[in-house]
């Protein structure tokens, strides 16, 4: 399953961190012959190890390390996971830092033994599902993903690269072991029993009524195979609002270990549905109903600007560049309608997983009060299953956002 492990490879810590990046020659552009360092491990992902190394006498000069454990930190030794994840990442970061370098940390090495990337350091920015559970607004974020999403996953498709160069690049991303990961906890588990579904029991009745739903179900199973065979663009392949870095002026995408070839709305559907898990989320997270309605609008006018922006920059990076012969404006339309569909599916699909399934989101399994944790949870679902069963319906973004927004909370349950 993966390559052998180097027989050098071994997981740092805060101390043996420090050594490493000493011996790394790339370091000498940050630090200086014989400084002291120190280092602290801040990953709180679900599968990796992720450290913060900085020179005491200069905190700004400072790297985060990234290395891929063999096995699933969530879960531990019990879960193997290919270290070669750190590869794909890698080259994935150099793709995108090629087409958007504006959105993409700067990667400083790979290293193949340690499975590890070293990385430039965001240390002025947070992860925005953080500053979104904290009702913060980040006024050029939809301007920012719209244009990182239109070119990674424009440039790296079929309208664009030639047709030798796609297939090689397929090639070169094929990364089935998390790939896999993907397939069962988004688009399998969640609508069975499983043991590692991780809802809480106040839910569980709409839960079941969803997984019962034989309709829903066929629906998820196309969902299923669009995601394991349209090798249509480079995904980044986890683009929740935990893999960006972000602030009043900057956005930084980051993570894209799952990077891979297939349908570019899963990309796009990741980031409209964690907006709508923390436009739901809102419903108790600001119980001022002012607050909320003000913070909503900021998240439904943050969809539609992301999908006119994306638009708008797929127009001018690839289909003012296309054959306008093979690609017929009737095309092109039908492209655009075709991945509007695809993200509403596949965001929906993404949104039911982070309730039903494991690895939550803090939008939502962080709300303490169990009766408020069940009132955002159902709205959730409910915008979720909307958004799949009606996605044929959808003409413009507009209305994705309606049928959204007109969503409300089963929950508590009427008799
Ligand atoms: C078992 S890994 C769980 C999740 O963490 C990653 O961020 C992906 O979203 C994956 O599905
Ligand atoms: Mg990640």
């Known amino acids: 399953m993966d390559k052998e492990l180097s027989p050098k490879y071994h997981p740092l810590d805060v101390h043996s961190v420090i050594d490493f990046v000493k011996s790394r020659p790339e370091s000498r552009e940050l630090f200086r012959e014989g400084e002291a360092l120190e280092a602290r491990e801040v990953g709180d992902g679900n599968l990796n190890l992720v450290f913060d190394v900085w020179a005491p006498a200069d905190r700004h000069r400072r790297v985060i390390l990234k290395q891929a454990l063999p096995y699933l930190r969530l879960v531990g030794d019990g879960w193997p996971l290919p270290t070669d994840r750190a590869r ?12 958007v370098p504006q959105h993409t940390p700067r990667l400083y090495f790979y290293d193949a033994e340690m499975n590890l990337t070293a990385m430039q350091n965001l240390s002025e920015h947070i992860i925005m599902r953080r500053g979104l559970m904290q009702g913060i607004k980040y006024p050029h974020f939809a301007e920012h993903i719209g244009l990182f999403l239109a070119k990674t996953l424009g440039s790296t498709s079929d309208l664009l690269l030639d047709y030798r160069t796609k297939k090689l690049e397929v090639a070169r991303f094929l990364n089935p072991e998390l790939c896999k990961i993907t397939e069962d906890l988004i688009f399998t588990e969640p609508y069975r029993k499983t043991e590692r579904n991780g809802f809480h029991k106040e839910i569980e009745p709409q839960v079941l009524a969803l997984q019962a739903d034989d309709l829903l179900r066929v629906e998820v199973a196309q969902m299923k195979e669009k ?44 980031v409209i549905g964690n907006l709508l898990l923390s436009y739901a989320s809102h419903e108790v997270r600001s119980p001022d109903p002012a607050q909320r309605a003000d913070f909503r609008t900021y998240l439904t006018d943050t969809i539609l600007q992301v999908w006119k922006v994306f638009e708008r920059e797929f127009q001018r990076g690839v289909w003012d560049h296309v054959d306008p012969i093979g690609m017929p404006k009737g095309y092109q339309q039908d492209y655009m309608l075709r991945l509007l569909h695809d993200t509403a599916g596949l965001g929906a699909c993404k949104m039911m997983r982070r309730v039903i399934g494991l690895a939550g989101v803090a939008d939502i ?25 009606k996605r044929r ?13 007109a969503c409300r909370p089963s929950y508590p349950w009427k008799d």
Request: proline share 2%; net charge negative.
């Open 393 to 405: 319906e959808m003409r413009t973004i507009e209305d994705l956002v309606a049928l959204a927004t």
């Open 88 to 99: 794909i990442e890698a080259q994935a970061l150099e793709i995108e830092y090629k087409l």
């Open 365 to 389: 399994r962080a709300i303490e009060n169990v009766h408020d944790r069940s009132v955002a949870a159902s709205l959730a679902l409910n915008i979720a299953q909307t958004l799949l069963m």
């Open 227 to 270: 995601f394991m065979t349209q090798a249509q663009a480079l995904l980044h392949g986890d683009l929740h609002t935990g893999s960006i870095m972000i602030n009043a002026t900057e956005t930084y995408v980051i993570d894209p270990e799952f990077a891979f070839y297939g349908p570019m709305g899963f990309d796009i559907g990741a």
